[in-house]
C-alpha cells in the first residue's frame, strides 16, 4: 500500500498527464511564437491572403466607418518584466498547479508570446499592434486593465488573484499607440480610495471600468459601490461588467457573484452597463422568481434587455459569443434578435481568437449560422490574422437571412471622449 506521500505524488503525476492530454485540444494555436528570442511574430502582410479570404475580409468591412470601429473587449497581460507592474499569479507557472500552467502557457502561445521570453510585456503589445495592422486606418482596440480579488475590508488578496494589470500600464501602451488603443482602467469598489483613483483614471483618459465580480469578488448590489456607480453616472463612464460563468481567470471563484440579474443595482443608478460576453455561458440563480430556481444567465441578461427601464443603459459585447462552448440557441437568439443589435457591441476578448480550439466552424455550420462555403476562406484568415479572423467572422454569420447589424461593429458612440481632461 502506498505512503500517503507517494500517493500525492500519483495524484500529481495522474493530474499533470491530464493537463498534458489536454494539450491536444490547443495543438492548432493560431500564431503561437517560437521559444527564441525573435522580438515578436512577423506582422502580417495583406498580400499573403489567398484571393476567396480577401474577398471575404474585403466584404466584412463593406458599409463600415472604421473610425467608429472600437474593439470593446480587449485584455493585456504581462510578467512586469518590462516594470509594467503587470503581475501572474506564481501557480500558472508551478507544476504543483498543472492546469493552471497550461493555461498560462496556452494563451501566452496563442498571443504569439513564447512562455519563456524575457519581456514578454512588450512582446505581448508587439504583437496585438502587429495585428491590428490589417484593420483600416481608424479602427481601435479598447485594452482592459485588471485589478486584484479584494477582501471584504477592501484589501488585496493576491493570493486569490489569477493575474494583475495596472492601470498606469494600460494608460501607458495606449499614449504609446494612440491610433491603435484607447484603454479601460479597472478598480474595486470595495478599496478605501477608490473613489480617489476613479477620478485619476477619468482625468488620464480611461474610456470605461472594467470589472468581473467572479474573480475579483465584488458583490454588485454592496452598498460601498453606491458612490462608485454615482460617479460613474455622472460622468457618463460605462462599466464593463462580466456575467455569467468564468472559465479562464478563476480568481477569487466568487461564481455566485456572475449572477446578470445584480446589475440592475448599477443600473438603478443611472450607469451604462455593458454586460460582457451577454452573459452567454453558465447558469444562475432565477431571484425574481418567489422560489429561485437554476436557469441559463442568458436567459437573464435576455429578461433585462427586455425591461423597458434599462433599454438606454443596459448593453451587451458579443465577444466570445461563437466560441464551441456557447450553446447554438444563444447565436440564434443574438442573431435574430434584430432589436437589440442597436445595443450589441463588438469586442473580441483578445488574445482568445488566437486560440483555435475555442472557435471552431463545424459547429457553427451544423447549427445553421455559418454557410460551409465560408469555412475555407475563414480558415486562412485565421492562420494569416486570428484578429481579423474573430471580426470576418462576426460580420458572415447568419440566421434565417439576419445578420449582426452595422450598429453592433459602429460602437465608439457608447464612449465618452478619449481625450484625457
Given at each position: ?181 484607447g484603454w479601460v482602467a479597472s478598480i474595486h469598489p470595495y478599496r478605501g480610495d477608490a473613489l480617489h483613483r476613479l477620478d485619476d483614471v477619468l482625468a488620464q483618459g480611461a474610456l470605461a ?213
Amino acid at each position: 500500500m502506498p505512503s500517503s506521500f507517494e500517493a500525492l505524488l500519483q495524484r500529481r503525476h495522474m493530474l499533470c498527464c491530464g493537463a498534458l492530454a489536454a494539450c491536444g485540444l490547443f495543438s492548432s494555436l493560431a500564431q503561437s511564437a517560437d521559444d527564441g528570442e525573435r522580438e515578436t511574430s512577423p506582422a502580417p502582410t495583406r498580400a499573403a491572403l489567398p484571393a476567396a479570404a480577401r474577398a471575404l475580409d474585403d466584404a466584412a468591412f463593406e458599409g463600415l466607418d472604421a473610425s467608429q470601429l472600437w474593439d470593446v473587449h480587449a485584455h493585456l497581460l504581462g510578467t512586469g518584466d518590462a516594470g509594467s507592474g503587470c503581475w501572474l499569479n506564481p501557480q500558472l507557472d508551478s507544476w504543483w498547479h498543472p492546469v493552471e500552467a497550461l493555461r498560462k502557457r496556452v494563451i501566452l502561445h496563442g498571443a504569439g508570446v513564447a512562455p519563456r521570453s524575457q519581456r514578454i510585456d512588450l512582446d505581448y503589445v508587439l504583437r496585438l499592434d502587429s495585428l491590428t495592422r490589417d484593420f483600416p486606418r481608424g479602427a481601435r482596440w479598447m485594452l482592459f486593465a485588471f485589478d486584484h480579488a479584494h477582501d471584504e475590508q477592501g484589501a488585496p488578496t493576491p493570493g486569490r488573484t489569477t493575474f494583475h494589470v495596472p492601470d498606469a500600464w494600460a494608460a501607458q501602451v495606449a499614449r504609446r499607440h494612440p491610433d491603435s488603443f484607447g484603454w479601460v482602467a479597472s478598480i474595486h469598489p470595495y478599496r478605501g480610495d477608490a473613489l480617489h483613483r476613479l477620478d485619476d483614471v477619468l482625468a488620464q483618459g480611461a474610456l470605461a471600468i472594467k470589472w468581473l465580480p467572479s474573480a475579483m469578488n465584488i458583490d454588485l448590489r454592496d452598498p460601498r459601490c453606491a458612490p462608485f456607480y454615482e460617479r460613474l453616472a455622472r460622468s457618463r463612464t460605462p462599466l464593463i461588467v462580466h456575467a455569467g460563468a468564468e472559465k479562464a481567470v478563476p480568481g477569487a471563484g466568487r461564481d455566485e457573484l456572475g449572477n446578470p440579474l445584480f446589475v440592475r443595482a448599477a443600473l438603478r443608478h443611472g450607469v451604462r452597463v455593458i454586460v460582457a460576453h451577454c452573459a452567454s455561458l453558465g447558469r444562475a440563480l432565477d431571484l425574481d422568481r418567489h422560489r429561485p430556481r437554476e436557469c441559463s444567465a442568458f436567459e437573464l441578461f435576455a429578461r433585462l434587455m427586455d425591461e423597458r427601464e434599462w433599454q438606454g443603459l443596459l448593453l451587451g459585447d458579443v465577444s466570445a459569443l461563437f466560441q464551441v462552448n456557447r450553446d447554438a440557441a444563444v447565436w440564434h437568439t443574438v442573431l435574430a434578435r434584430e432589436d437589440w443589435h442597436p445595443r450589441l457591441l463588438h469586442g473580441s476578448d483578445y488574445p482568445l481568437p488566437c486560440i483555435a480550439a475555442l472557435v471552431r466552424l463545424a459547429p457553427l455550420v451544423r447549427a445553421g449560422v455559418l454557410d460551409a462555403e465560408h469555412v475555407a476562406p475563414l480558415e486562412s484568415l485565421r492562420t494569416h490574422n486570428p484578429l481579423l479572423f474573430d471580426f470576418v467572422l462576426k460580420r458572415v454569420v447568419t440566421w434565417r437571412a439576419a445578420t449582426l447589424d452595422r450598429a453592433v461593429f459602429h460602437t465608439r458612440s457608447h464612449f465618452r471622449a478619449a481625450t484625457p481632461v
